[in-house]
Structures are given as C-alpha cells and as structure tokens.
C-alpha cells in the first residue's frame, strides 16, 4: 500500500515569494491534515479535511495561507507571501476518518525562507 | 488551548537498557493517548496508542502507563535498541476526537 506522497521534498524560497505544497493521501482515506513542524517540535494542526470540506481552519493563518482540497482526494497548501518564521517541515497526513488518532504521515516538505 | 508536557528532551540510554519517557496533560478529558514515532527525514508513525480507562498496554518492547489522577502517561521502552534511536512525541486526542496535539519530542539514542 502506498503511502502519503508528498512534494516537493524540499524547496528554498526568498521572503515575499510564494510557494505551493501539494499531498496525495493513502488511497480511501476520507479526512487530510495539514501540519507545520518547526525545529525541535511536535507538529501542530494547520487544517483538516473530511473529502472537500475543511472542518478544522482555526490555526491557519489566513492572511497568508491557504489550502484546497477540490476533489477531496489530493490537497495544496499554498503560502503567499512567504516570510522567514515560515520555514519549517510541512507535513501531510490521512486517516480513514475524522477523530482518529491513527494517522498516517506523509515524509514532509522542508521550506527554507531566505 | 490544550498543551501537553513531555520530558525529557533528550535521552540516551546503553543498548538493552529501558528508556521512559513521560508526559502530563491538563483537565480534560481525552479519547486516546497515542505515542508517535519519527525518523530524520521522515514523517511521525504510531507506534502505540491507549484508552484512558486502561491503565497500561504493552506492544513487544512497547508499554505505556496511564496514570488518570495524576494525568500522566509515559512510554517504557524495554531492551532499548539502536534501531530505537528516533524523536518520540506523544499525543492527546482532542476536540471531541477530532484533533491530535502533539508534546515537544523526546530524542532518544540508544548506545552500543
């Protein structure tokens, strides 16, 4: 079984510029969450999906975030513009359904803001 | 917003020797307690979960403890291996079940 694809696996950007990240969840897993990792952290919740619906944006910062899920199957986060306290590791992940503590994540994207 | 404590930061322990790592949570009341696994490079993995009316759930070398009056929990990693050499985080189900919030990593090496 394949698991959370994630790209690009790293991307160097300059402050102001913007930037997509893109994640295919395990097949047949209904809800998908964005995560923000910074160095030394845990992950912290930006958003989750159940299929198209994003149920759960309360920690996304929607000045300069956002996210889509048109199909309800694979999802874009895009962050315009980009500053530095944005790098950090952008993990996706998937589960069957809401409410599960097991999730499945994605390898991350590691952004580098210069 | 709801936090969990985890310690230590880091950890290191002589192969075939036990790791523990602990964590505290605050009120509330939770619908799992899981624990995640991560590699450099590569994204969390569950690697044990329990239910907060069980007191203790072993997986191999695996075992968690749940102390519900003290509201803590922590992992016991029994013969503590090199391959063990990993970030462990736990975890809080959340939110009525719908969001996991994560403590802030416990670096475990396991020394030869």
């Known amino acids: 079984e394949a698991g959370v694809v994630q790209s690009p696996r790293y991307k160097i950007i300059e402050k102001k510029q913007p930037v997509a990240f893109w994640c295919n969840p395990i097949s047949g897993h209904n809800t998908l969450y964005w995560y923000r990792q910074n160095l030394g952290q845990g992950p912290e919740l930006l958003i989750r999906?159940?299929?198209?619906?994003?149920?759960?944006d309360s920690q996304l910062p929607k000045d300069r975030f956002s996210a889509e899920r048109l199909k309800g199957v694979d999802s874009t986060l895009k962050i315009q513009p980009a500053e530095l306290g944005d790098s950090a590791v952008y993990l996706c992940?998937?589960?069957?359904?809401?409410?599960?503590?097991?999730?499945?994540f994605g390898p991350g994207t590691r952004l580098t803001v210069t | 917003q709801q936090q969990v404590k985890q310690s230590p930061q880091s950890l290191i322990v002589q192969k075939g020797g036990i790791s523990i790592i602990n964590c505290a949570y605050e009120?509330?009341?939770?619908?799992?307690f899981p624990w995640y696994q991560q590699f450099p490079g590569k994204g969390p993995a569950l690697l044990i979960a329990i239910r907060p009316d069980v007191s203790e759930k072993k997986e191999g070398r695996f075992t968690i403890s749940f102390n519900k009056s003290a509201k803590q929990f922590s992992l016991h990693i029994m013969d503590s291996q090199p391959g063990d050499s990993a970030t462990y985080f736990c975890?809080?189900?959340?939110?009525?079940?719908?969001?996991?919030?994560f403590g802030t990593g416990t670096q475990l090496k396991v020394e030869l």
């Open positions: 975890a809080i189900l959340t939110g009525g079940g719908n969001k996991l919030t």
């Open positions: 999906y159940e299929n198209e619906e994003a149920v759960d």
């Open positions: 009120n509330t009341a939770f619908d799992y």
């Open positions: 992940a998937s589960s069957l359904a809401g409410g599960s503590y097991e999730q499945y």
